[in-house]
């Protein structure tokens, strides 16, 4: 066995989930026929939870042993029956660790800069300099094991004796700061040392601290509370005694080299105000003041269960340009989001002020303007004297370029860096074909897909910086096919959930950090990502969890739906967004979102045995669909592109005339006529997928006109952008909402997907298109059992499919239809029938022919 996982992370560290998933893939062609779990206290032991030969070829179990305290460690490993009644070894051991999971385990306090805390004051500490804060403690002894538990209201950086505690950055997630604060744990045993030790926070305000301001671009301004942090470092000695040290009255602030910091606007910094050795044992603090104690916020703490934020990748600029006036621009080679790291050897006090941005202009600036990154925004560092290194800490830009004011002439490229951030998420997706252009647009959806999963998925890294929940769910395939995302979604319907208002509503952002007017606040085709969401995450993961989780807030949100409705018909909404077609009527793309509320509920009731609740919301979504085809079927056919998508995709067109709406819809998609904006063309792709209309798909795909994902690669892009016309027209240069024809990248011309009734990629079935001229694909992806992968090309011919199963899993195999007569199988292929065939677990290569 192999990966096994606790709440799908790996050897998980101050989790708040007493009763977690663990979860195991199988090795080589083992069958699994019984599972037999065990956990202790110990490596090996079983003190906690013996399962007993349980029948069940599932890998993923609930643990349902003693449940553990704050602060226990619990280790378990698995073995497995195989078919032929053997049982394997013992797998490797795994762990995880309870964080403190009640309220009364915090000792420590809330500690604040005092020039920092006015309370209810939006604009407290505004003009100052951020606040360093440090603490000194004394270990009696050597160290044995010592964990740090800390958060903060807004950004912070924890450091125990002059070093970092975690290469995670811009701590902690976002959430609704008024009501919860993620915290995190650390192992920090290594850092400590015998005696004296110091522990270090420098904060910033982040967007839980939104100041407004004149000189520099804001999305809004607001305030859910001023920075402060808290943590408290717990330490067993080697002879079994132990202690805790926390923030308190006891810690020292003062006023740090980073003068400002704005979420949206840019952040100062002046190296000579550098405070050296601040965060270590010993330093010199006595021009430092006592820290303030506020009141303690009426926030819980609970534990971050999601990958954090980490530099994922480092990209030194590939040149250096001068603009018409002479000033430095730097270009990183492509859009990303993540910081500009400068790395500099001059004297102190010169001044640089740094402009990001995605595009230039006509004179070699950076361009910035309210429809793309919004303006302005600008980061500004004082040199010290010699080699020096730095980037903003408590924020980040979306950038490609980045222009650099009061440089000297002589600095060459090598100043700047790209250290591009995302949420870490495990990469799991591979997809590549014989057509570069196909492989570029690949590549900017999943740039700007990397651009946006921060703790929530944003719309863009620049002038919003919010969690627009319409991608969340619309585009879940695109983002579950690239990355590993079973803990980070999760994570994020906690989001939504606690963004969820008295009445049912769900905003259309969560956290809901600024409330918007009317359908910017409240359309089903966003705030339905809390009902979609948990059950795409069953589908994709087998995980029941979050559909048990959030079952009484989709249902909620789902009867708010029904409230607002009239016979049946939403009428609020934000529409068809950026759809080139502006003819399609808001209440249709409302209805359909509604239509999709109440069949997921029906369906999630009916997986978890809420057979009357499935009744009565199979019921609701019979009457919706009713009530949409009575509203606006007209003459199907004649209607907008996108009436006659989303009647296809609710099945409600009748059925003489479906293959003429078929027809008209793949004509003007082999055209290059798109004209439904970005909650449409997900179901467009699918509409046109599972009909079998991969040529019109493709013709699309490769198509260089506007609209199409061709012009802009060929217009420049490097990352997916908010309009088709993106990179001519302007708008965001780092938006995902429109690419949704990655998923029929994996799915049709990959073949990946799941066989009818399948969950968690059980039964796979691989059914790749061949469409057009393509010469060959490669796709692969994880699943909850092991890799998946695909690989075909046209040879001699002839047609050649190799395919990876992972253990567990079966497949469904279906050759396209190449017009070859003959097909070849390897041993152990069961046929089913014209080009399908049955396979197990294993590597299969199959063939066509004249």
Request: proline share 7%; net charge negative; aromatic share 10%.
């Amino acid at each position: 066995m192999s990966n096994l996982r606790t709440c799908d992370l790996t050897d998980p560290l101050g989790i708040e989930i007493t009763r977690p998933p663990l979860s195991w893939q199988l090795a080589g062609g083992l069958v699994q026929t019984a599972y037999h779990v065990q956990a202790g206290t110990a490596e090996g032991a079983a003190d906690l939870w013996d399962t007993g030969e349980v029948e069940s070829a599932g890998q993923r179990v609930t643990y349902g042993g003693a449940e553990p305290a704050s602060r226990a460690v619990v280790h378990w490993r698995v073995r497995v029956r195989d078919s032929g009644g053997a049982w394997s070894a013992w797998s490797p051991g795994a762990r995880f660790e309870t964080g403190l999971l009640d309220a009364d385990d915090w000792t420590a306090s809330w500690i604040t800069h005092p020039g920092w805390h006015d309370p209810g004051n939006p604009r407290a500490g505004e003009g100052l300099p951020l606040p360093l804060l440090a603490g000194e403690f004394t270990a009696a002894g050597p160290v044995a094991r010592a964990r740090l538990h800390v958060a903060g209201l807004g950004v912070y950086v924890a450091s125990v004796n002059g070093r970092p505690v975690t290469d995670a950055v811009l701590e902690p997630a976002y959430t609704d700061f008024t009501r919860r604060v993620a915290y995190a744990t650390h192992d920090v045993t290594a850092l400590l040392r015998e005696g004296a030790n110091a522990v270090g926070i420098a904060l910033g305000p982040g967007i839980a601290h939104v100041y407004p301001h004149q000189d520099r671009y804001m999305k809004f301004y607001g305030s859910k509370g001023a920075p402060k942090a808290i943590a408290q470092l717990e330490v067993a000695y080697a002879d079994g005694s132990s202690r805790t040290f926390g923030t308190g009255p006891d810690w020292l602030a003062t006023e740090g080299p980073t003068t400002r910091s704005h979420w949206f606007g840019g952040e100062d910094h002046d190296a000579r105000l550098s405070v050296a050795g601040w965060d270590t044992p010993g330093a010199d603090r006595s021009g430092w003041r006592p820290v303030t104690v506020p009141d303690e916020p009426a926030v819980s703490l609970r534990a971050r269960t999601c990958p954090p934020i980490r530099v994922t990748e480092t990209l030194p600029a590939v040149e250096k340009l001068v603009a018409k006036d002479g000033t430095a621009v730097f270009d990183v080679g492509t859009v990303v989001a993540g910081w500009a790291e400068l790395r500099l050897d001059l004297p102190a006090g010169r001044y640089l002020r740094l402009l990001p941005g995605d595009q230039l202009d006509d004179f070699g600036r950076v361009i910035q303007s309210k429809p793309t990154t919004g303006a302005p925004i600008f980061n500004t560092y004082v040199t010290t004297d010699g080699p020096q290194t730095w980037h903003p800490s408590f924020r980040y830009d979306g950038f490609r370029y980045v222009e650099v004011q009061g440089l000297p002439e002589h600095v060459g490229p090598e100043a700047v860096t790209a250290l591009v951030l995302r949420a870490d998420n495990t990469p799991t997706g591979v997809f590549e074909t014989s057509d570069p252009l196909v492989n570029d647009i690949h590549k900017i959806i999943d740039r700007a897909v990397r651009g946006n999963m921060y703790s929530v998925l944003t719309d863009c890294p620049h002038r919003e910086k919010l969690g627009w929940l319409e991608q969340t769910h619309l585009l879940f395939d695109v983002v579950a096919y690239n990355y590993d995302v079973a803990a980070y979604y999760r994570e994020l319907l906690v989001t939504m959930a606690e963004a969820q208002t008295e009445d049912g509503l769900v905003p259309d952002i969560a956290p809901e950090y600024v409330v918007f007017d009317g359908p910017f606040r409240d359309d089903p085709n966003w705030g339905g990502a809390l009902v979609r969401v948990p059950w795409q995450l069953y589908r994709w993961y087998g995980d029941t969890s979050a559909m048990d989780r959030h079952y009484d807030a989709m249902r909620r949100y789902v009867d708010y739906l029904t409230g607002r409705a009239e016979d049946g018909i939403l009428g609020h909404g934000l529409g068809d967004w950026l759809a080139p077609d502006p003819a399609t009527p808001v209440p249709l793309v409302s209805t359909w979102g509604y239509w999709q509320a109440a069949r997921t509920m029906a369906r999630v009731a009916g997986v978890l045995g809420r057979d009357d609740d499935a009744a009565q919301y199979g019921a609701l979504t019979e009457r919706i669909s009713a009530a949409f085809t009575g509203a606006f079927s007209g003459e199907f056919g004649k209607a907008t592109q996108a009436s006659e998508v989303l009647a296809l995709d609710m099945g409600v067109v009748p059925g003489d005339l479906v293959p003429r709406v078929l027809d008209q819809v793949s004509e003007a998609v082999r055209g290059g006529g798109i004209t439904v904006g970005e909650v449409v063309l997900p179901a467009l792709f699918r509409v046109l997928s599972r009909a079998g209309r991969h040529d019109a798909l493709w013709e699309f795909a490769v198509s260089t006109g506007n609209p199409s994902y061709g012009y802009q690669v060929r217009h420049g892009a490097t990352a997916l952008t908010e309009a088709w016309d993106g990179p001519t027209r302007g708008l965001s240069q780092n938006h995902y909402m429109l690419g949704a024809i990655d998923s029929w990248f994996y799915r049709g011309l990959g073949g990946i997907g799941q066989a009818p009734g399948s969950n968690g990629f059980r039964r796979l079935l691989i059914e790749p298109a061949a469409p057009g001229d393509l010469e060959a694909v490669r796709a692969g992806t994880a699943t909850p059992y092991g890799r998946v992968a695909v690989s075909w090309e046209r040879r001699d011919g002839g047609f050649a499919l190799d395919v990876e199963v992972p253990p567990g899993s079966s497949a469904e195999v279906r050759l396209p239809d190449l017009g070859l007569p003959r097909h070849t199988s390897p041993d152990g292929a069961v046929a089913l029938g014209g080009r399908a065939y049955e396979v197990p677990a294993g590597r299969w290569t199959f063939g066509a022919t004249r």
